[in-house]
């Protein structure tokens, strides 16, 4: 199974600021990789698909990069509704993984 | 709109079974390939199966954690998925998602396996 490496786990910052999460495969996933937000009592929802497409719907502070093992989020100016528990799932091999999660909080 | 509602979900013992049924509307049910995936308790998320298309012979995929015990299906008809969950284990509680892969998620169904 692919695992896939999620760091940090939880992250506290600054309105306006711009945060990173990163995830690391195990293997090259060859870019077949989603971010998700998930708040509390809610299920996740799609911010990034394919690395770096941004969802419908989704703010364009949000943005995905990446390629090969090593993939990242970035948030810029961070709003007080970015507060959530983010996710990142590799579908390139099942069984599809996802990694452990980061959870931001606002300062 | 897209929406995909589980229901079925609830406390059962251990060894028994549940089946959980997502139905969904707003794309086209036929085309696509579906997933079941879960949370735990401690926030863990978990692919479970997935079940492919008639084009692709309704190909079915299972996490090792379930495989023989749980078995995906859909009915194109009803534009359904079902996961009929046997042998549950108490680690099989958890918030039970239908998916549509990568798109679109339900809202959950808890699942809960305690004597």
């Known amino acids: 199974d692919i695992q896939m490496t999620q760091s940090p786990a939880s992250l506290s910052a600054s309105l306006g600021e711009t945060v990173t999460i990163e995830c690391r495969a195990s293997e090259d996933i060859y870019s077949n990789l989603a971010w998700y937000q998930q708040k509390p009592g809610n299920s996740p929802q799609l911010l990034i698909y394919d690395a770096n497409s941004l969802a419908d719907g989704v703010p364009s502070r949000f943005s995905g990069s990446g390629s090969g093992t090593q993939y990242s989020l970035k948030i810029n100016s961070l709003q007080s509704e970015d507060v959530a528990s983010y996710f990142c799932?590799?579908?390139?091999?099942?069984?599809?993984?996802f990694g452990s999660g980061t959870k931001l909080e606002i300062k | 709109e897209v929406q995909l509602v589980e229901t079925g979900g609830g406390l059962v013992q251990p060894g028994k079974s549940l089946k959980l049924t997502c139905a969904t509307s707003g794309f086209t049910f036929s085309n696509a390939w579906m997933d079941w995936v879960r949370q735990s308790p401690e926030k863990q998320l978990e692919w479970v199966a997935q079940?492919?298309?008639?084009?692709?012979?309704?190909?079915?995929y299972y996490a090792e954690s379930v495989k023989g015990r749980f078995t995906i299906s859909r009915d194109d008809s009803k534009s359904s998925v079902y996961l009929q969950m046997n042998s549950l284990k108490e680690e099989d509680t958890a918030i039970y998602y239908c998916t549509w892969p990568v798109v679109e998620w339900g809202q959950g169904v808890m699942v809960t396996v305690s004597s």
């Open positions: 799932q590799q579908y390139n091999n099942y069984p599809f993984t």
């Open positions: 079940i492919k298309d008639k084009s692709n012979n309704y190909a079915t």
